[in-house]
């Protein structure tokens, strides 16, 4: 249950010329993206591996990552997909006995670049206070110069397109092809517990690359359209929009989460923004206003949609609001069977409190069928 014990020294310099210094625990080099923190306690694998942190440099605000190591099955896609990691104290030797592996080797295996003993609450107090920003880390590089340098090579996260980078090449299926509802997928970074909550509830997937036009969706003869989770800036996907109001022009069944949810926003003239710095972690408060009912959500998101466009959008009702900041957390469509939300009720990992919005979506489905 060992692991590599790395005492190389590491550097974490910050856009506005932030330094802090620490030890390396992962791959070595330099590696650079947006940073952001996330709020939750466990469930390190599954963030790491969930392809809407595509491009980003992950804090994780737990005070110790890895005590309970890494396992081939706790994945949200197929490779590690956050650029670099930045912890407070680390395990380099893990307690779970049906582990595979330490996360130390893991990170070296996945050659991601990671940091260790840096101060993550002042930090995270920094990025709350100034706002999300690109960073660098290195195992190669000391001196400031050489850090700035390597901070012009990382790019800005607003109006970066990253879903057609990572969705998948080919088209594939998930679940029963005997089953009777049947829902194409447009894959922006979907993340796996996703297509098997809908394909536990009796649900035939196929899922497709995120630039699939929609005439290649209709040969499936989908009963219901799901619009996926993923990374980058929505306003930057002007392809997807488009597909979105052809999904909506058919009149079937419609549901988005995350990035999804923002598509939906645009495919009906609402505007999205870059957050101050996010909301990401297992532990966020959402209010469902139709049911009066509060959640506790799992989150995953830099962007948001305009709440003033929101409500100036007749056709447009929110459903579901952030009880910490009032963000616009869901929305559904007055004259199409659509809805989305911000945040992700698969919850993995995470609580379990929004997963019946997988049977309000399959229940619309068979409804329209």
Known sequence: MG????????WLMLQDGTCFEGKSFG???????????????TGYQEVFTDPSYTGQVLIMNNAYTGNYGVKADDVESDSVKISALICKNVSHRYSRMIADDSLENYLVNNNIVAIYDVDTRALVQHIRSKGAMNCVISTEH???????????????????????????????????????????VLDFGVKKNILKCMADRGAYLKVFPAKTDFNTLQEFAPHGYFLSNGPGDPASMGYAVDSVKEILASGKPTFGICLGHQLLALANGISTFKMHH???GLNHPVKNLVTGRSEITTQNHGFGVNPEAVRNCEDVEITHVNLNDKSIEGIRLKSKP???VQYHPEATPGPHDSRYLFDDFLKLVKEHM
């Open 142 to 184: 000391a001196d400031e110069a050489s850090l700035k340098q390597a901070l012009v090579n990382v790019p800005d996260m607003a109006g970066l397109e990253l879903s057609s980078q990572i969705s998948t090449k080919e088209p594939y299926t998930v679940g029963d092809s005997s089953a009777e509802m049947r829902i194409a």
């Open 3 to 10: 692991a590599i014990v790395n005492s190389t020294p590491a």
């Open 338 to 340: 659509a809805f989305s």
């Open 27 to 41: 791959a070595k080099g330099t590696a650079g993206g947006e940073i952001c923190f996330n709020t939750g306690m």
């Open 278 to 280: 996010g909301h990401r």
